[in-house]
């Protein structure tokens, strides 16, 4: 079945770090990848997407790529702040036709950023 | 805009107790889901639901129950809580476009069953 490895955390960085969390999947066919975002004591919200290989899915100073070649879907940020502090949830679906659509999720990178 | 809406927030429970775990969704969406998210282990998805009547099993579905008597509304029952229940749930809703948009999610209900 499908699946989603994120890197183990939890990861601790200072202000204004750069910071990679690696995500590699398994699925057949051509998943849809999503990065989720949890902040303390709310529910999950998207913070990028790429819906085919090369794309590239940004949002707030995040981004990642879409690399079918080696399965992976790393998150970047060049600067963190104090307020990227979450749980990064990497995802993807493969919903084809007739069948609902489910989010396989990684299990989750806790990042703590200290000023 | 209310979005997906869970109750209660948190409940502890005994072992054996019953409890219904509520979500309801404003946004006329056709598909609604149940994870469970345990430390350090992700969310895996306990039932699913594509319309209104329909329901189906997810990943880890025994100890669950759910109905879909409406667009907005999919509860979820636990019958006879035990310990391993302990977890934190979450409701979330989506589009038929799923592969192209987002899934919206409630803020959970963290449940300890003692």
């Known amino acids: 079945g499908d699946s989603v490895t994120q890197m183990e955390g939890p990861v601790t960085l200072s202000e204004e770090a750069f910071l990679t969390i690696n995500c590699t999947y398994t699925a057949t066919g051509y998943p849809s990848l999503f990065w989720y975002v949890q902040y303390p004591g709310e529910g999950l919200q998207l913070l990028l997407k790429?819906?085919?290989?090369?794309d590239k899915g940004s949002n707030k100073g995040f981004e990642a790529t879409y690399r079918k070649e080696t399965t992976s879907f790393h998150l970047e940020k060049g600067s963190v702040q104090v307020s990227d502090s979450a749980v990064y949830f990497c995802?993807?679906?493969?919903?084809?036709?007739?069948?609902?659509?489910?989010?396989?999720f990684g299990s989750g990178t806790q990042l703590t950023v200290l000023p | 805009n209310a979005g997906v809406t869970q109750t209660p927030k948190f409940r502890i429970l005994k072992i054996g107790q019953s409890m219904t775990l509520q979500c309801a969704q404003d946004?006329?969406?056709?598909?609604m889901y149940w994870y469970r998210q345990d430390p350090g282990m992700g969310l895996k998805l306990i039932y699913y639901s594509v319309g209104a009547g329909i329901t189906d099993k997810g990943e880890v579905p025994n100890g669950y129950n759910v109905s879909r008597s409406t667009t907005e509304d999919f509860p979820l029952r636990l019958e006879l809580a035990a310990p391993s229940q302990t977890s934190v749930y979450f409701c979330a809703t989506a589009s038929p476009g799923f592969m192209n948009t987002e899934a919206f999610f409630g803020q959970g209900t963290r449940l300890t069953v003692v």
């Open positions: 946004m006329n969406h056709n598909y």
């Open positions: 790429a819906t085919k290989a090369d």
């Open positions: 995802a993807l679906t493969r919903g084809s036709s007739g069948s609902a659509r489910q989010l396989t």
